[in-house]
């Protein structure tokens, strides 16, 4: 066998190995989401707050973003500032919806946290973790901004803190809010 | 008095036989939801299936499987809805497209270039190997010689 070819089936086998790596015992929170460029689920639950039923539905034709969290959730509450901060970024935007979605939570434990963090924008409760399925979620916190037409253009999964804050102001909602395509 | 014991054996044979329908059709279901969930990946654990995994998103996606087939959603359809929303990574057996083939066709793709590698290996080493010289024996001294042709004299 020539020094080449034992090259060749060395650099093949590697590279076999690590595509088996990948698929078996790989990160899932690397794996290109599906769901962008695809209709956003049409959600709805129990207001945590009020218990009050919330639907996606009466936000149609405004960009939504939509943060799944938890109050057991570390990086949650690492993201939770930002999100009161970027809620009022955009809060006076007539098009701009905020929503959170509570994810294997309990109840009170899910008031508790907002009640200690603060809450500012509507928040529903996933009872059965359907709203999770139905947006692909693999954990908490995840993040998506559904644009006017309901089609999901970005999903973004762990915290929302520096230049992943900076990225979705700027190059995502900004871009979506003034009708042109994101930047990003 | 008749109309009574009529009534009466109807009930006997009426309730035991619609109690062990629902037992048979509870299992189907169960069957049904075991079935469809060895075949859907847990998203949150590594290698484990929906069906085996005690993560509580394993849990609610076996609830998810539980009410589609209730539903009356067929298999394929549970498992697309599923595909759908998680792409490939979802499925313990990868669907048969693009890159997956890799994984597809990886073992025998192995297998036979292995076998040719070896085939060659083989045959080289043989050609290469010195062949056994024909043993000569050393001619028979004269004393030898002499004995054994006593002998067969004899």
Known sequence: MTRTTQITILIVLLGLLSL????????????????IGTKAPIFEGPDVESGEPLSSKKYQGKVILVNF???WCQECKVEHNNLLKLYDEFKDHPEFIMLGINYQDEMPKARAYLKQYGSSFPHVRDVKGALAIDFGVYGVPETFVIDQKGVIRHKWIGPIVGD???NLTNKILTP????????? | MARLFSILLILCFAFPYSGLAKIVDETEIDEKV????KTLRCTVCQTENIW??????????????RERVIQGQSAEEIREYFHSRYGDYIMMEPPKHGMNWLIWLAPFILLLGGGILLW????????RSPKPEAKVSPPLDEKSQRRIQQELNL
């Open chain 1, 176 to 184: 979506l809010l003034n009708k042109s395509a994101p930047t990003i």
């Open chain 1, 20 to 35: 088996f790596y990948q698929g078996l015992w790989g990160d899932p929170r690397h794996i290109p989401p599906i769901l």
């Open chain 2, 34 to 37: 075991r079935e469809i969930a």
């Open chain 1, 164 to 166: 992943v804050y900076t």
């Open chain 1, 69 to 71: 969290w938890a109050s």
């Open chain 2, 120 to 127: 060659r290996e083989v045959k080289r080493w043989v050609t």
């Open chain 2, 52 to 65: 085996e995994s005690g993560a509580p998103l394993a849990h609610q996606m076996r609830d998810a499987v």
